[in-house]
């Protein structure tokens, strides 16, 4: 199969897996951990030195990063999934970026000391305030979706995949979401749609 995907689902590669699925296109999925110097063998550095998952092989177009590769994926196969002129591009873009920028290190923060690392391990301290510091960007995006039901396009795409799967992170934070109504009932679409689910899924039975 010319279309490869490297990682496990109980990862970042959950972002392409799931684009993957909501495109429909024809993928091998290669369950690559980073666990045990999983990534950083010399026959995995080859195709990523950086040695992180996931990694993308298309026919030998060998694509890293998350975000990029959906990017990636999103201009070949996306169909209504991906922007359709430069107005939506530009959206698909620039909620990317914030996501990554504006959110990603402080939701997983979150994530990691409310709910994913032993209780022992975890930093209330710490949680707090990344949930204080999510609150800005939230109220960004909070009134952006104030007057419609997706980030870009008035419909679902990439720039909802991209950024519901960095700020289903911050579920683990209910005050945050429940200051932040809209941004929970899009974010409640989108982890509901079937292709998320089955990530889900598969990231529950690789644990």
Known sequence: MALKLYGIAASRAARPLWLLEELGVPYEHVSHSYLNGGTRTPEFLAINPNGHIPVLDDDGIIVWESMAINLYLARKFGGPLAPSNAAEEADVLRWTF????????????????????????????????????????????????STRPFLAGERFTVADVNVASVLAWASAAPALMAAHPNVAAW????????????????????R
Not at 127 to 133: I, L, Q, V, Y
């Open 98 to 145: 914030w996501a990554v920028t504006e959110c990603e290190k402080d939701a997983l923060s979150v994530l990691m000391h409310r709910v994913a690392m032993p209780a022992d391990k975890r930093d209330p301290a710490l949680a707090d305030r990344a949930e204080s510091a999510l609150g800005k960007p939230f109220d960004v995006l909070e009134a952006h979706l």
């Open 187 to 206: 974010l409640k679409r989108c982890q509901e749609r079937p292709a998320q689910q089955k990530v889900r899924q598969l990231a529950k039975a690789g």
